[in-house]
């Protein structure tokens, strides 16, 4: 499956933006999706995670209740809405697809889109 993520930028803190993921070549719904992103100097870190139907879904704490994965297979697209952006959010955010369930280890995933750059400034 082809990955192509779009919709970073640069934002103030407190804003809002929405990343999408859209996906080619394969059934989107036979594969788990994830966001992962990476700060410069950092490891690459997952954000958040959604199974086949979407139905069920994972967030990291430093991003719960404030991002929100979601999917639509019928558009063969993923999202990440960010809201209450903050400073330490800044990083390039990278989707990704494995099959059956979503993993926490990057290294796991056999499918990425590009990364899109996020920045927030204070």
């Known amino acids: 499956v082809q990955l192509q993520a779009c919709g970073g930028g640069l934002v103030q803190a407190g804003s809002s933006l929405r990343l999408s993921c859209v996906a080619s070549g394969r059934t989107f719904s036979d594969f788990a999706v994830a966001w992962f992103r990476q700060a410069p100097g950092k490891e690459r870190n997952l954000v958040a995670a959604a199974s086949r139907n979407g139905m069920s879904t994972y967030y990291a704490d430093s991003v719960k209740g404030r991002f929100t994965i979601s999917r639509d297979n019928t558009k063969n697209t993923a999202y990440l809405q960010m809201d209450s952006l903050k400073p330490e959010d800044t990083a390039v955010y990278h989707c990704?697809?494995?099959?059956?369930?979503?993993?926490?280890?990057?290294?796991?995933?056999?499918?990425w889109g590009q990364g899109t750059l996020v920045t927030v400034s204070s």
């Open positions: 990704a697809a494995r099959p059956s369930y979503w993993d926490s280890m990057w290294q796991t995933y056999d499918y």
